[in-house]
């Protein structure tokens, strides 16, 4: 299935039908798989043959995931995790050592910031930071003991675009990893590899399911990079469990036609709100007035269905707009078929202190929507009723 097309390959590249024939790949509900004797069991572990021992190893549904993701990303092979912190957490723990240092985008994941920062420190690897918008900032903070340079793009919350080919450039001549978190680009937008990335992260947990049900995660690249992750996670257990796996499978045989509805609703909603006098900023990638639209306009096929926005009257207009939405969901999750609105400042970076939420572009007003696949002119008219009685809180919620 190699030489067929993005939507082509993510349905028609399944597993091996079973001697039932099923039509929809069956799901593997099984902890371990049996041998016929002695030697093949010896042959299993020595890995001498290839096959599946134990689900926390592999297991038919969590490889043809993973295969999946692989071919979607131009990667050489992958592993696949119980959430996208998993993944984010075994890729630096299998492939760093205590003295190691980390450059990256100080606009990163949460999570991943608290990794960076609270836990790490005690294994004695230490991150350094750059501002997205000043990729100038990098060379200078690479030493010696620098090993990966990581970045996401977009960033979360904020939506900056960073030039993939120019990290690219960097990781080679000084001889670093590039792990990029595509999460919200997915491989249908945009494929690091081809810029030069080692290793490409997901939170499976967001567009790859779609619909807000599952939880997982995946990285995928360079084929000896990978055995390393696979090897820390195979003794730490982080694995996907095989029902996410069916489940996140499944999903990716939408996820083209999905991203391509996301992307079509985000940039009409993004275009509403640029003209609408009670917000102060808007900013979309595939916006002419995106600060790196060029870039966006350059590395990605569209723009993604997330867009940060500042409404006017900061921190307290921000509230009240959530507050008065009658449709769109307050959650914590994005990349869903739900329209959802979040205020990061008080929910998924207050871990940041106020300089480095700042830092990291999260002013107190900001608010990110995730653009679902509702009508769009649903979505528009909730927005626009949330902004013009943005005192009123709803009390009934869907
Ligand atoms: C959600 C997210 C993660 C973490 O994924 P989980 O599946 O929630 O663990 C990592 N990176 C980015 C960019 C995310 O949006």
Not at 168 to 194: E, M, R, S, W
Not at 306 to 333: P, Y
Request: net charge negative; aromatic share 8%.
């Amino acid at each position: 299935m190699s030489n067929k097309n993005f939507e082509t390959q993510a349905i028609r590249n399944q597993m091996d039908r079973s001697r039932y024939q099923e039509h929809s790949t069956p799901l593997y509900l099984t902890s371990s798989f049996v041998f016929e004797d002695a030697e093949e069991m010896r042959a299993a572990f020595s890995e001498e043959k290839e096959r599946n021992i134990y689900s926390r190893f592999s297991n038919p549904n969590t490889t043809e995931f993973t295969d999946k993701v692989v071919q979607m990303e131009g990667a050489e092979a992958g592993y696949a995790f119980a959430t996208g912190m998993a993944a984010v957490f075994s890729t630096f723990a299998a492939l760093l050592s205590s003295g190691d240092h980390i450059v990256s985008a100080r606009s990163v994941f949460g999570s991943t910031h608290t990794l960076f920062t609270k836990y790490f420190p005690k294994w004695q690897i230490e991150t350094s930071y750059f501002d997205i918008n000043k990729p100038e900032e990098i060379e200078p903070l690479i030493t010696p003991a620098t090993k990966i340079l990581y970045a996401e793009s977009p960033t979360n919350p904020g939506v900056d675009v960073i030039d993939l080919e120019l990290l690219g450039n960097i990781a080679k001549k000084h001889n670093l990893l590039l792990v990029i978190d595509n999460c919200f680009a997915t491989p249908y937008i945009q494929q690091p590899i081809k810029f030069g990335a080692d290793l490409v992260i997901h939170s499976a947990t967001k567009l790859m399911d779609g619909q807000g049900r599952v939880l997982g995660g995946v990285v995928v690249g360079k084929a000896e990079l990978v055995r390393e992750i696979y090897l820390f996670s195979r003794n730490t257990g982080p694995a996907l469990s095989p029902f996410n796996a069916w489940v996140l499978s499944k999903s990716l045989e939408t996820l083209a036609v999905r991203v391509e509805k996301h992307c079509e609703n985000a940039l009409k909603v993004a275009e509403y709100l640029e003209g609408h006098e009670k917000i102060e900023k808007v900013k979309y990638p595939f916006l002419v007035s995106h600060p790196q639209y060029e870039i966006a306009k350059k590395q990605m096929k569209l723009g993604g269905n997330i867009i940060a926005v500042e409404v006017k009257g900061g921190l307290e207009a921000g509230r009240n707009f959530l507050n008065a939405l009658k449709m769109c969901s307050l959650s914590a999750n994005l990349g869903d078929t739900r329209t959802i609105v979040t205020h990061p400042a008080s929910t998924t970076h207050s871990k940041l202190s106020a300089e480095e939420q700042l830092a990291a572009g999260i002013t107190p007003g900001l608010v990110r929507i995730s653009v679902g696949l509702e009508h769009v002119e649903d979505i528009i008219q909730d927005i626009d009723d949330a902004l013009e009685d943005g005192s009123q809180k709803s009390e009934v919620r869907n």
